[in-house]
Structure formats: C-alpha cells, structure tokens
C-alpha cells in the first residue's frame, strides 16, 4: 500500500506518529524467546522496537477528517520517555500529534473526529497537551472523540495490573471536549464502524473502513504486528489470551473473505498487509 488509499469517499493516510521500545517478552506472551527474537531483535535492555502508526481519513463529501489513535505524546518525564526509549515526530514550537499530521499535508485544526480503539498511553497519550500551567488539557477541544464506555470506565478506574497504562493526565481531560461514548458494535460514521474487542483490556475497539468496494481494518492492539497475525501469538499485555485468540479467529476469517488491508499499529516496518488461505490456514501475506 501506498502512504495513501483511497476507498469510496474517505481517503486514508498513515501517519507516523513516532515509536517506542516493549518489553520483547511482553509483548510475544507464551512465544518463546529463542522463536520471537529471530521476528523483532531486541535490544540489550531486551526490549524491541514499536512504531506508533496512526491513520488519517479524509472526506471527500464533507468537510469530516477524522483521526485514528494519537501515540504517546510529550507530557510525560524524562524517565518515563528514557524507560520506553519514546521518539516523537521531529520537529518543535507545537504538539507532537500536530506534527505528525502536518507531515502529511494536512492542517491539524480541520480534525473533526478522534477516534480512540483504547486509552493505554501510547495510543491516547498524544490527545491531550500541557498549557502554561502544566495543566493536561485536550489537544482538539472541539473535535468529537469516540471511545467505547466500557474502556472510559475502565480507563477511570483501571485495575491493579493494567494501572501503569491508564493515566489519568490522559483520560480525564477528554471529559471537556466533545466525548461519544459507544456501546458495542456498528457504524459511528458513513463507511466508518468500530468492532468491539476485550481480550487486550475490557473495551478496545478495532475500527473497519470501507468504500468503493473495498474494506480496510486498523486492528490496534488485537494484532500490533506483522507477527501477531498467528491467532494463537499473543501478549503478555493482554488481559485474557484466550479471548484474544478467539477475536482474533473471527477477524481473521472475516478480513480474508472481504480482502481487507490491514493495518498495523506497532509494527516496526510493515505498515499494511493483507491475508490469503495457505495449506488450508488463514495467513498474512509475506511483505
């Protein structure tokens, strides 16, 4: 895939919105390290490389340009950015999620639309910004974000081993802009549906974007990369792993019949792939 696709009236970009560094282990779960290492090489504090890839749609029928996902975001310390070897977009004088945007072309204030598959802080943390008081506040105050209910309230009140992914700095302020809080499956906008999934953390959404007879699905961290395409290679990170691998099943089934692209949000070098039937399983397509 190109840096651009278009599908019916929704043009969509991918924007590079920076990277970060997992735990390698964390994030390959039950795969044993002498089979993921030959995947991503780690590093010697044996993390691997993440990127944080984000999408960009635009309406060619309205004015509508929605964003999917915001990355990490600078709010956080030196120590915290240091532990996840955190790299923004280059560039200075504004946010780091308006840099990204403007890399491709686009003026960061036609956003209209952030939606969020979940509010771990390396996909939410982007959305909100420090003022001159130090004071979180939104990034897009007058955009519409579109959360799923059941991960705004786990994001609130998270639990004891997901709460150093939930960040309030990054939540609570999102409550004074313009907040849809969805419940479940289904369309939240033409072509533009939200696929709810909770083997990674209670609430995530996966996002489906079709037109023009096409289908593209950005899955987050239902499969955040290339490798995680295997139904059964999960993480660490989840919440519930058998859930995941039965999630994961069905879209895999589903994104094969309609020829979906698939994007990936971690990935340290595959932005998109697609799947094909191979000796009788569902497989990603070599890149």
């Known amino acids: 895939m190109n840096m ?3 599908l019916g009236r929704w043009r969509a970009t991918i924007i590079d919105g920076g ?20 995947c991503i090489e780690p590093d010697s504090e044996h993390r691997i490389p993440m990127k944080t890839r984000l999408l960009l749609l635009e309406d060619s029928q309205s004015d509508r340009v929605v964003l999917i996902d915001a990355g990490v975001g600078d709010k956080e310390d030196p120590a915290f950015r240091d532990r996840f ?12 999620l308006r840099r990204a945007i403007r890399s491709v072309g686009v003026d960061p204030q036609r956003v209209t639309d952030l939606i969020l598959t979940h509010l771990h802080f390396d996909h939410v943390g982007g959305a909100t910004q420090l003022d001159r008081e130090g004071q979180s506040t939104a990034l897009f105050p007058d955009a519409t974000h579109w959360v799923q209910q059941a991960n705004w ?15 309030r700095q990054n939540i609570e302020p999102l409550a004074a802009a313009p907040l ?52 059964a290679w999960t993480m660490g ?28 949000e971690h990935d340290p070098v595959h932005a998109v792939t697609s799947l094909e039937e ?10």
């Open 4 to 6: 651009s696709e278009t």
């Open 19 to 38: 990277s970060l560094s997992l735990d390698g282990g964390a994030m390959f779960g039950s795969v044993p390290r002498v089979v993921w290492e030959r």
């Open 85 to 96: 070897a955190i790299q923004l977009p280059e560039g200075t004088g504004e946010a780091p």
């Open 153 to 167: 309230d786990t994001g609130l009140s998270p639990n004891a081993r997901e709460r150093a992914s939930y960040l």
């Open 180 to 231: 849809e809080k969805i419940d479940g499956n289904g369309e939240i906008l033409p072509g533009i549906s939200v696929e709810r999934v909770d083997g990674h953390t209670l609430g995530m959404q996966t996002v489906r974007i079709e037109g023009g007879g096409r289908v593209m699905r950005y899955l987050a961290d239902l499969a955040p990369t290339w490798h995680h395409l295997r139904a």
């Open 237 to 264: 990170y989840d919440i519930c792993a058998i859930t995941v691998v039965e999630e994961k099943q069905r879209m895999l089934e589903a994104a094969l019949e309609e020829q979906a692209l698939l994007v990936l």
């Open 278 to 287: 191979r000796n009788g399983k569902i497989v990603a397509r070599k890149p």
